[in-house]
């Protein structure tokens, strides 16, 4: 029964994700009067249908509530109708593809938002006391030459602001020795060559913070602070991940796909609301981020190409761009099948 209640959850936020990311290229569509045909929630058989007598939308919602899509007249060729996509100028074109993924970046930020909004307290950089104790039963206070009360202001060459911003750069570099710079009763210095924990899970070694840290007002400044850095950090965690697959950090076999990241938010709502909101953060800018990448059948594929059509001042062949999407969609989907087999071994 637990099972089937991860599944369902799992579908609902990616259904919604994506039918997110679907509303934002259907307004900036909307927005230069390009014709839409239909926009879908859901996929499969048609449960709900309307057909807007201005635009001429056909509006449905689908049986399988995972995502949704558009069907936006000449997007994908040539077309004569009235406010065809092919027919707009190539910025409007541009604003509209990248539309979708700027929905989910938003839609990040605004989660995040509320989650600062709904905390008990707000986390600052600075350091409290360490995890560890005394021989009098007392917490240790300084540790590697940082204090108690030194705010942390770099990892590195990282800029900090939050608790969450040194936690994840710990986490990140702290496998080895980090230079840590803070500020100390109002001087700033650098700490160089501190060892935190180091763990390994699956062959890959990270770096864990040991020390709690002070709190700080909630007032306004510190709620766009905390959301504004929150947010920021989900991003920075999504182009390490991508980093960490080119330089060979990570392998493609630790990959996960919608079966693996299902297993995760069976975890996450095992802690709470807030565990799994905070993931659907993360999973947004995911999605967000990656629709953006240079590939082909991306959303950030297709731009590459409207940057083409802009230097070159005429269109590449429609059947040219067809042949590339099509190698990339072949490649993406073989991709995901291999994540989805990994997947499953690792469930099994």
């Known amino acids: 029964m637990e099972i089937f209640w991860i599944f369902i959850l799992t579908v609902l936020i990616f259904g919604v994700l994506i039918a997110v990311h679907e509303l934002g290229h259907f307004l900036a569509a909307r927005l230069f009067k390009v014709k839409v045909n239909e926009f879908a929630i859901g996929m499969g058989p048609k449960l709900f249908a309307h057909k807007s007598k201005k635009s001429g939308t056909l509006y449905t919602i689908r049986l399988f509530p995972i995502g949704g899509y558009n069907s936006i007249e000449g997007e994908d060729g040539d077309s004569q109708e009235a406010g065809a996509f092919c027919s707009k100028p190539v910025w409007q074109r541009m604003i509209i593809i990248l539309a979708g993924g700027i929905m989910n970046l938003l839609t990040g930020i605004i989660i995040m938002a ?57 986490f990140n570099q702290g496998y080895v020795p980090v230079d840590v710079t803070v500020e100390r009763d109002g001087v700033v210095m650098v700490i160089e060559d501190v060892s935190f924990p180091v763990e390994n899970e699956s062959g890959i070694y990270y770096g864990v913070r040991n020390f709690y840290f ?54 996450a709502a095992k802690m709470g609301a807030d565990t799994v909101l905070n993931l659907v953060v993360l999973l947004s800018m995911n999605l967000g981020i990656f629709n953006l990448l240079p590939l082909p059948a991306l959303d950030g594929g297709r731009f590459v190409f409207l940057v083409i059509e802009a230097i070159r001042r005429k269109p590449v062949p429609s059947a040219i761009e067809a042949s590339i999407h099509s190698v990339g969609m072949i490649l993406l989907l073989a991709l995901a ?12």
């Open 114 to 170: 509320v989650l600062v909004l709904g905390s008990k307290q707000y986390v600052s950089n600075q350091i409290d006391v360490f995890f560890m104790k005394d021989e009098n039963g007392n917490y240790v206070t300084e540790y590697e030459g940082l204090r108690s009360g030194d705010i942390i202001l770099k990892i590195n060459n990282d800029r900090v602001h939050i608790a969450e911003e040194v936690s994840y750069s710990i």
């Open 214 to 267: 002070n709190t700080e007002p909630k007032n306004f400044i510190n709620t766009v602070k905390h959301t504004f850095y929150g947010s920021f950090n989900s991003v920075v965690q999504v182009f390490d991940s991508i980093k960490g697959l080119v330089m060979g950090k990570y392998s493609v076999d630790q990959l996960s796909g919608p079966i693996g990241v299902g297993g995760a938010i069976g975890k």
């Open 337 to 348: 099948v291999f994540v989805a087999f990994k997947d499953i071994v690792r469930l099994l």
